[in-house]
Every structure is written in structure tokens, then in C-alpha cells.
């Protein structure tokens, strides 16, 4: 199964596993969390394992959808897929067995580009030698904050195609971070009712180490109540720059 994204950079999401822990600040006001705990009350099937109070919630306890995936096997039109938009692939209670499944599945669709996006960079780094890494398979962490910029070194030593960063929620200035090896970055402000406010300064600042470094730069939102409150307009412009190839 899939479902259309309204995520600006991806075009569907696949959530081969659902549910997470909060691990770090840009966890806090987690949109998956909250999204969890209304399927769960829906009914929702997928969505019925509650996670650990202290880090997670309602329905969102990891769980492992063996029937979710071989899905894209029997996807004919090229996508762009955004992978578990619901929970984190390197999340220590998903098997490695399974992470290594899903690879396989990437590795079998060549004509879908996918996304992974992971906070547990460590494991990542630890699993990447025993999983294949096709060219359409985009690997990437999320940077909101230079407490965890530990999280780009152990991307760079990844073997993916594109390695990417996504900066949202963006909730501090990112001087100074090395941008080598990577091939694209997502920033965003935080949206929802809590919505910790980003400073224009910050996403400037990324934007111009973007373009010092000739990196593809993709600003998604200022965020606020909702995440089209303050639009998405930088200097003037939007920006939508994606990787080549």
C-alpha cells in the first residue's frame, strides 16, 4: 500500500514499519505521533500496538508490516517514494533481517526513486555493509540542530547514492556544519499547535553554505499552527532544488 503525499519533496509515502521513540529535541511535537494516536482510535489496523508512555504513545508502538512489504513490487508508474513517513527503518526493534528486506524491495524496483530518512544514524552506519545500495535508493538524517550533527559523519560513511539532511524542524543555527559528501538538504520551520518558531537567519545561513557548496537546497515550510501558515517563500522565491539522477 501507498498513499499520496502531501510532503513537498516526495510524490507517495510506504510505511513498511509504523511507530517510534522520541530520541532527540526534534522529536518533541512529532506530527507521526500524534497522526498514531487518531488512526489508532479510527480503528485503524496498523495502528493498534501502543508504544512506551515516556517516548512514545498510542498506536505507536513499532511494529513490522510483513504484508506492506513487497508493495512496490506491483507499482508500474515510476514514483518518487518517501519510506516510512510513520516510524524510523534503523529503529533498534526493527530486525535487520527486515531492514535488509526492504532494501532487497528498492533494490528489485529500479524504476521508483525512494527516500529514507533515519534519526539512528548509528545503526545505520553498523547495518550499511550488509545491505545493497542500489543507485535509486537516497539515504539521509535528520540534522535539526548541531547537538547532532554526529549524525552526518556516520551518513557519510554510508554507501548510498545520495546522501541528504533533512534540517526540519530547523531549531537553531547550523553554522559551520560540513556539508561534503552530501547531495542534497531539506530545511523546514516545525507546524502544529506547540510549533517551536524557526529564525529566518538559520535557513538563510544554510541556503548560502548550500549554494557556497554547489548542494541542492529544498526549502518545505516557515511552519507555524499549520504547515502552510507562513508559506514557504525565502528571499523572494521558493526553493526546489532536488538531486540529478
Known amino acids: 500500500m501507498s498513499s499520496r503525499s502531501r510532503i513537498e519533496w516526495t510524490e507517495t509515502t510506504w510505511n513498511p514499519t509504523t511507530g517510534c521513540d522520541r530520541i532527540s529535541a526534534g522529536c518533541d511535537n512529532c506530527y507521526a505521533l500524534a497522526l498514531a494516536r487518531r488512526l489508532k482510535a479510527m480503528g485503524s489496523a496498523k495502528y493498534q500496538t501502543d ?3 515516556r517516548t512514545s504513545g498510542p ?16 507499482w508500474r508508474a515510476p514514483r518518487v517514494v518517501f519510506v516510512n513517513s510513520m516510524s524510523d527503518l534503523f529503529h533498534a ?3 535487520a533481517e527486515f531492514v535488509a528486506r526492504v532494501f532487497e524491495v528498492m533494490a528489485a524496483t529500479p524504476q521508483h526513486t525512494y527516500q529514507v530518512l533515519t534519526k539512528r544514524a548509528t545503526r545505520l552506519r553498523r547495518l550499511a555493509p550488509d545491505l545493497p545500495w542500489p543507485a535509486n535508493v537516497w539515504m539521509g538524517v535528520s540534522v535539526e540542530g548541531l547537538d547532532v550533527a554526529d549524525r ?4 557519510r560513511r554510508v554507501p548510498a547514492a545520495v546522501r541528504f ?3 526540519e524542524p530547523l531549531l537553531g543555527p547550523l553554522d559551520g556544519l560540513d556539508l561534503s559528501g552530501i547531495g542534497w538538504v531539506i530545511a523546514g520551520g516545525e507546524s502544529g499547535p506547540a510549533a517551536r518558531p524557526v529564525d529566518p537567519v538559520w535557513v538563510a545561513q544554510l541556503r548560502d553554505a548550500c549554494q557556497t557548496e554547489d548542494v541542492p537546497f529544498f526549502f518545505k515550510q516557515w511552519g507555524g499552527r499549520t504547515p502552510k501558515a507562513r508559506g514557504r517563500v525565502l ?4 526553493w526546489d532544488e532536488m538531486p540529478v539522477g
Open 51 to 53: 508504544g512506551d508512555p
Open 165 to 167: 539532511l533533512s534540517c
Open 152 to 155: 552526518v559523519e556516520e551518513l
Open 93 to 95: 526493534r526493527v530486525p
Open 235 to 238: 528571499d523572494g522565491r521558493t
Open 59 to 74: 498506536g505507536f508502538g513499532v511494529t513490522v508490516h510483513d504484508d506492506v512489504v513487497t508493495a512496490p513490487l506491483r
